[in-house]
């Protein structure tokens, strides 16, 4: 059975469904394929279940993309407000929690319900457990399924990256990207635990669960949060934040001390003995964490001379990351089809007309914290109005 519509979208997560309430609002008549059973999978698992839909700090500089310029033009133009708006006209409860992230106060699934009615209103249909088996371009796009095939003049591809394949994530958007002679810059883990390895597994593993403040560091960028251990390493929105610009091989710099100085009270302890200046030491940081990163870095002796180099490992312990928990343990896929094949205000292809690439299929991936979400309703918004 063949279908024709305006325009096809490729996936019913947070980007391709805001792109078709967007193109159905304005008269388009739109189909949303989704191979998964339901929409907004990754929308529902988000946030702890509580979706961080976005965050109200939204800026260019909260984004990492080859070409750091390419976001702007589109979180310009659809911004927090304007999802918030969304979320408040539906009654959506909601809170912020740190740092302008903003969280449903009840469940995601409040989220995924208003897109729906969304979509219904704008008479978007959705087409659920529809597997592509192959897309072609004639005078139109040809999307043919096991169960149909459907015909329109745009296609947009909203596929998502490859972070949690057990909840359907696959290199789909890259390898079509591919097929139409698409650069894609190469992908890799993004806000993902970075491990361990060798005698600092060994030293640190049993601890998981300590957590600690933090200013993580690599390749000049750097952030002040809470990092965890965990039982493989290293997590804690200190660490998946920095490790989406961490490269394998390189080392990553943790201040375990922002802002505090801490050899005046262990010198103050140590004028009684030296078993009182380790306890000093014991009281500036997680006792368990503090006792087992003496055994690694704890001075000869108490001199002022060695008081000072431990003061400087404290605020500089170097880490070499074994490598990362991957993608399934990642929150994104940073990479992603090159944005100079892509209008910055469309998301259209320049090679292509009429095939748009929206969301984390693009090389543009947030921090932590709301961004990705805005990122997937901003370029969502511009495809979905182009259209």
Known sequence: MIHKFDALILGAGAAGLLCAIEAGKRGRRVAVLERADKIGKKILISGGGRCNFTNLHCRPENFISANEHFAKSALARYTPADFITLVEKHRIPYHEKTLGQLFCDRSAQNITDM???????????????????????????????????????ALVVATGGLSIPK???????Y?????????IVPTKPGLVPLLLGGKDYKLYSDLAGVSAEVIASTNHHSFHEKMLITHRGLSGPAILQISSYWEKGQSVQIDLAPGREITPAIQTAKARNIAAARSAFLKILPKRFADRWLEANAPANWTNDSLEQLERRVHEWILRPAGTEGYEKAEVTAGGVDTNELSSKTMETKKVPGLFFIG???????????????????SGAAAGRAL
Request: glycine share 8%; hydrophobic share 45%; charged share 20%.
């Open 167 to 173: 909840i359907g994530a696959t290199a789909f958007g």
């Open 115 to 153: 897109l729906e009615v969304e979509s219904q209103a704008a008479s978007v249909q959705i087409f659920l457990n529809y597997k592509i088996r192959e897309v072609q371009r004639t005078t139109h796009f040809i999307v043919r399924t096991e169960a149909a095939e459907f015909h329109a003049p």
């Open 175 to 183: 390898d079509l990207a591919r097929e139409f002679g698409l650069n």
């Open 360 to 378: 984390e299929v693009v090389d543009v991936t947030g921090h932590l914290g709301g961004f990705n979400f805005q990122w997937a309703w901003a």
